[in-house]
T-cell receptor, first 110, second 115 residues
Framework: AQRVTQPEKLLSVFKGAPVELKCNYS??????LFWYVQYSRQRLQLLLR??SRESIKGFTADLNKGETSFHLKKPFAQEEDSAMYYC????????????FGQGTTLQVKP | DAGVIQSPRHEVTEMGQEVTLRCKPI?????LFWYRQTMMRGLELLIY????????DSGMPEDRFSAKMPNASFSTLKIQPSEPRDSAVYFC?????????????FGPGTRLTVL
């Protein structure tokens, strides 16, 4: 079955430190991977998708099919990055159905 | 556009009572999703609709849960009877196949507490 695993419930770093939020997936086909973010008191929203190969707010994520991973990285964390981050997998063609991981809370300390 | 609208924002009820959560998707979106968020299980897809038709309800936990979408601008998620383990945040999201491929737009959520 398709699955997304985020092994860390909580990741705590100091401001300016590098950040890597881990995401692994299980799917035998060609997946679409996404990162969604939920800031305090805000709605869950799309951060980035692998197909766009973009950098958003300094974050990047590379799809590694060999390791079935889609880790989210940022070289220098900022306090405003503190939020809940969800990795998500789409596999149903154009239906838009997403499978979410359990989420990782990123806490950036001053 | 105000985005996806959910009501109520908070609901506190007693075990055994019926609970109805409401969602208005973004105008023009043809997909609507209901999710449940808990600390233990994260974000779980309960059911989703395409053009008002339920496509996949395999995530609905049990028969106490039901969802309807009578028209393109309204959906409900009902729990009858409610139980304390149903306490969670319930999100509604919508998307459009024709734009922003696979990007789902989420509502603010309904925080349900069943005593």
């Amino acid at each position: 079955a398709q699955r997304v695993t985020q092994p860390e419930k909580l990741l705590s770093v100091f401001k300016g430190a590098p950040v890597e939020l881990k995401c692994n997936y299980s799917y035998s086909g060609s997946p679409e991977l996404f990162w969604y973010v939920q800031y305090s008191r805000q709605r869950l929203q799309l951060l980035l998708r692998h197909i766009s190969r973009e950098s958003i707010k300094g974050f990047t994520a590379d799809l590694n099919k060999g390791e079935t991973s889609f880790h989210l990285k940022k070289p220098f964390a900022q306090e405003e990055d503190s939020a809940m981050y969800y990795c998500a997998l789409s596999y149903s063609g154009n239906t838009g159905k997403l499978i979410f991981g359990q989420g990782t809370t990123l806490q950036v300390k001053p | 556009d105000a985005g996806v609208i959910q009501s109520p924002r908070h609901e506190v009820t007693e075990m055994g009572q019926e609970v109805t959560l409401r969602c208005k998707p973004i105008s023009g979106h043809d997909y609507l999703f209901w999710y449940r968020q808990t600390m233990m299980r994260g974000l779980e897809l309960l059911i989703y609709f395409n053009n008002n038709v339920p496509i996949d309800d395999s995530g609905m936990p049990e028969d106490r849960f039901s969802a309807k979408m009578p028209n393109a601008s309204f959906s409900t998620l009902k729990i009858q009877p409610s139980e304390p383990r149903d306490s969670a945040v319930y999100f509604c999201a919508s998307s459009s196949q024709g734009r922003s491929y696979n990007e789902q737009f989420f509502g603010p959520g309904t925080r349900l507490t069943v005593l």
